[in-house]
């Protein structure tokens, strides 16, 4: 069946299709109907005519969903088409994760993250409330067994109380035995009240709802292939041309944008390495999470319970999450592993996280933990995940240099998900601001 889309691209700029005819493959939902098959969107066949579209967003995870809804929300004038590889969003990295909203505590005075991360929070929670998208603050505790870990909360609550005014406070002996007694925390508790966690499903089933209410498009199982910049003075001044592969026939074909933005995710090295020059390509790291869940009811635990960072981990420690349903999961630990599809859980990490897991939960029934599912973070180094230690390092969030029209995300690891929409606002400032 052909589908051609009711809306059309109106644009300010005209730009020169070099391929006119694309009888697409391309997947499309609209009004939030997922079509992975028998769908499709024809392209223009006018030759000359103008670009298909004003911004097109590469990755249909969560960041890249809060980017195309908030430009495709900016004017009716812009058109806007999310290109994702899979049948439907957010299947990866989006949907491999803690569910945390992180209050921005850990990642050092001038990086993005904190920046992001705080101001990402604040939007999160009033979108969350204004379209009730299931979430809780339930806040969190960092816990310390020894002297230096005690050192490491003081240095994070300095931080916190003197840099970036982010709430934290000191949890007394007393209070922690009435609050949480099973928790094991010999030299001090410090409290994150405005951590909490976020069904981050229905988050991007609203951020895809926000978008093609804007008159946005969804373009399913279309893996972007190639792309190449138009116009040289500077790269991109014309445009850009994507060459684009449906993922259930192999069929391709080609649409133009006015805009690109790289929010590929595991992806997005591949992104960048398909529009510049061989010197300037850039290596992805692999640093995979192992989940482990506890369908036990003792012991029980309310409160997200981390371990004190460690300096220049690539992760937070083997952590207590929660679900919105109470479930207790523990993870994610920081194993290398060479290809971004290697996400089965590896068991042979269980001895190591229940030895981590024992020091602040003592009574914890081993024997209860099961392998549950692994996410893996796109590093651009294999380096820390904390400003504190060696090698940290920040999200790159920019428009490259030499180029015209393209914003290119790199490294969006944790707190990617807590980070999206104010890293859709970032975005929107690069290209409009
Ligand atoms: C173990 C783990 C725990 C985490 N915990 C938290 C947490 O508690 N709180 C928090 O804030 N953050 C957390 N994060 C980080 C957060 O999950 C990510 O930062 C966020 O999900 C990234 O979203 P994204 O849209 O950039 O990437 P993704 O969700 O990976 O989306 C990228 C999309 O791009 C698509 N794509 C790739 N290449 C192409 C192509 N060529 N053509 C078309 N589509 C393509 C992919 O299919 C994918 O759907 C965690 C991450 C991990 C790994």
């Not at 009716?76 to 994760?97: D, K, M, Q």
């Not at 050192?151 to 994070?156: M, N, S």
């Not at 602040?360 to 599912?373: F, V």
């Amino acid at each position: 069946m052909t589908l051609l889309l009711t809306q059309r691209s109106r644009l300010t700029t005209p730009l020169t299709i070099r391929n006119a005819v694309t009888s697409s493959i391309l997947s499309i939902t609209r009004t939030g109907q997922q079509q992975h098959h028998g769908s499709y969107r024809l392209f223009s066949h006018t030759p000359a005519a103008h670009a298909d579209f004003t911004h097109a967003v590469i990755g249909g995870g969560v960041v890249g969903l809060a980017i195309a809804q908030q430009l495709a929300r900016r004017s009716s004038s812009h058109s806007t088409l999310l290109l994702e590889r899979h049948p439907a969003v957010g299947t990866e990295t989006s949907s491999r994760n803690s569910e945390v909203i992180h209050a921005g505590i850990y990642y050092g005075a001038d990086s993005l993250k904190t920046e992001l991360c705080i101001r990402g929070k604040y939007l999160l929670y009033e979108l969350c409330e204004k379209h009730s998208v299931p979430h809780k603050r339930v806040g969190k505790w960092i816990v310390a067994q020894n002297q230096t870990q005690r050192e490491a909360l003081q240095r994070i609550h300095d931080f916190c109380v003197n840099e970036i005014n982010v709430p934290v406070r000191w949890v007394s002996a007393e209070e922690a035995q009435r609050r949480e007694p099973s928790v094991r925390a010999e030299a001090g508790i410090l409290e994150s009240p405005t951590t909490g966690i976020i069904d981050s499903h229905s988050l991007m089933v609203c951020l895809q709802g926000r978008l093609e209410e804007a008159g946005g498009t969804v373009a399913l199982a279309s893996a972007v292939t190639a792309i190449k910049p138009l116009g040289d003075n500077p790269k991109g001044s014309e445009g850009w041309e994507l060459t684009v592969r449906d993922s259930s026939t192999g069929e391709t074909s080609t649409i133009t944008a006015e805009t690109i933005i790289n929010s590929a995710g595991l992806g997005a090295v591949d992104i960048h390495n398909m529009i510049v020059p061989p010197e300037q390509h850039k290596q992805m790291f692999y640093a995979k999470g192992n989940y482990f869940s506890y369908p036990a009811s003792s012991p029980k635990v309310s409160t997200l319970i981390y371990p004190a960072p460690e300096p220049g981990a690539g992760g937070l420690g083997t952590h207590l999450t929660l679900d919105l349903a109470g479930r207790i999961k523990f993870g994610p630990d920081v194993e290398w592993v060479d290809s971004p599809d290697d996400l089965a859980v590896n068991s042979a990490r269980l001895p190591e996280a229940i030895k981590e897991v024992k020091k602040y939960l003592p009574d914890l029934d081993e024997t209860q933990l099961q392998p549950d599912y692994a996410g893996i973070r796109p590093k651009l180094g294999k380096l820390g995940a904390v400003a504190h230690g060696k090698g940290f390092v920040d999200f790159v969030i920019r428009k490259e240099e030499g180029y015209e029209g393209w914003v290119n995300l790199l490294n969006i690891e944790s707190p990617g998900l807590t980070s999206s929409l104010a890293i859709a606002e970032k975005v929107e400032g690069l290209l409009y601001g």
